[in-house]
């Protein structure tokens, strides 16, 4: 199912260990950006779930378009709480935060939807559905 907070979990554990070298925000958006197309398609019941959003080539373009817009909207305020003080964002690491998102997106749906193949158009299949139980993956 699209739209989880497990995704959060792993990038609440980096933002405390890599503080200034990752941006929480620009994670965040990358997972909204990351389902926007499945959301389509649930709307539209036209088209694959988890299609070519959810392969390392739709996570790679992604990525890029989430770094490119997430720092600025992130740098404009509009993701900033009140009590937050704003701070720019290196584009660094807004690369690195929006890769790491849309990377791990794929990797943790993988895991859980056996639709994914992150690995399209050059492999079908999925190698890492189930590597895990959905309860332990949930837990991490």
């Given at each position: 199912m699209p739209f989880t907070p497990l995704h959060m979990g792993p990038a609440l554990v980096l933002k405390s260990?890599?503080?200034?070298?990752f941006s929480l925000t620009v994670f965040g958006w990358s997972q909204i950006v990351m389902d926007i197309q499945?959301?389509?398609v649930m709307l539209t019941d036209s088209g694959e779930?988890?299609?070519?959003?959810?392969?390392?080539?739709?996570?790679?373009?992604?990525?890029?378009?989430?770094?490119?817009?997430?720092k600025y909207l992130s740098e404009?305020?509009?993701?900033?709480?009140?009590?937050?003080?704003f701070l720019p964002i290196k584009w660094k690491t807004a690369y690195l935060s929006s890769f790491l998102?849309?990377?791990?997106?794929?990797?943790i749906d993988a895991i859980m939807?056996?639709?994914?193949?992150?690995?399209?158009?050059l492999f079908d299949g999925?190698?890492?559905?189930?590597?895990?139980?959905i309860a332990v993956l949930q837990q991490i």
């Open positions: 260990a890599a503080s200034a070298s499945p959301l389509v779930l988890h299609g070519w959003s959810h392969t390392i080539l739709g996570a790679t373009l992604l990525g890029l378009l989430s770094a490119l817009t997430g404009s305020g509009l993701f900033i709480i009140r009590w937050q003080r998102g849309t990377y791990s997106h794929v990797f939807h056996v639709d994914v193949l992150p690995f399209s158009p999925n190698p890492f559905h189930g590597m895990v139980s």
